[in-house]
T-cell receptor, first 117, second 113 residues
């Protein structure tokens, strides 16, 4: 149980285009999902917290107009990287909290590797 | 032995040895701690967790120790195997705060056959 999937697993795009990454909780409902970014040999950095049916909460320094987050249902959150640039190339990981679950318990997706040329 | 690289500390051990990975957490108000294992190109995988009302918790081949006095967390892996090679992260969550997890820098464990 508690499986989180991401799609796509890898994406290559041209600079200036937009890329959408999906995060799905497959066998549970997730009122809250989280989006992280991880650069090579570094730790996970939280970008934003996504709550179903409301606006996402962004961490300091993360541009909300560049990283659009939509949490339209209890099993799906999407991250759109708008007007992507090479510096946005990174490993994007989502996690999901089980509705009504213990505080702090998150289940992680397998990650999406984004390469912007 | 253990060394600190440009971004990621590394630890090399021989197969069969015990491994100890350390983490200094940042917030004295944190009361929930988790260790994750991350293999190359994959998302973090839950290993073991501990709440602040405990100072030790054991799982299968793994033990987490918590020292709140010095804000230190450690992960002990018994009889380390090549499949344990990965990057290990500690994460903390603050009591009364949001659901956010704050991740430590991570340690790359290499198990030599």
């Amino acid at each position: 149980g508690a499986v989180v999937s991401q799609h796509p697993s890898r994406v290559i795009c041209k600079s200036g285009t937009s890329v959408k990454i999906e995060c799905r909780s497959l066998d549970f409902q997730a009122t809250t999902m989280f989006w992280y970014r991880q650069f090579p040999k570094q730790s996970l950095m939280l970008m934003a917290t996504s709550n179903e049916g409301s606006k996402a909460t962004y961490e300091q320094g993360v541009e909300k107009d560049k990283f659009l987050i939509n949490h339209a249902s209890l099993t799906l959150s999407t991250l759109t990287v708008t007007s992507a640039h090479p510096e946005d190339s990174s490993f994007y990981i989502c996690s999901a909290r089980v509705a009504g679950g213990l505080r702090g318990t998150q289940y992680f997706g397998p990650g999406t590797r984004l390469l912007v040329l | 032995g253990e060394s600190v690289g440009l971004h990621l500390p590394t630890l090399s051990v021989q197969e069969g040895d015990n491994s100890i990975i350390n983490c200094a957490y940042s917030n004295s108000a944190s009361d929930y701690f988790i260790w994750y294992k991350q293999e190359s190109g994959k998302g973090p995988q839950f290993i073991i967790d501990i709440r602040s009302n405990m100072d030790k918790r054991q799982g299968q081949r793994v033990t987490v120790l918590l020292n709140k006095t010095v804000k230190h967390l450690s992960l002990q892996i018994a009889a380390t195997q090549p499949g344990d090679s990965a990057v290990y992260f500690c994460a903390e969550n603050m009591q009364g705060g949001s659901e956010k997890l704050v991740f430590g820098k991570g340690t790359k464990l290499t198990v030599n056959p």
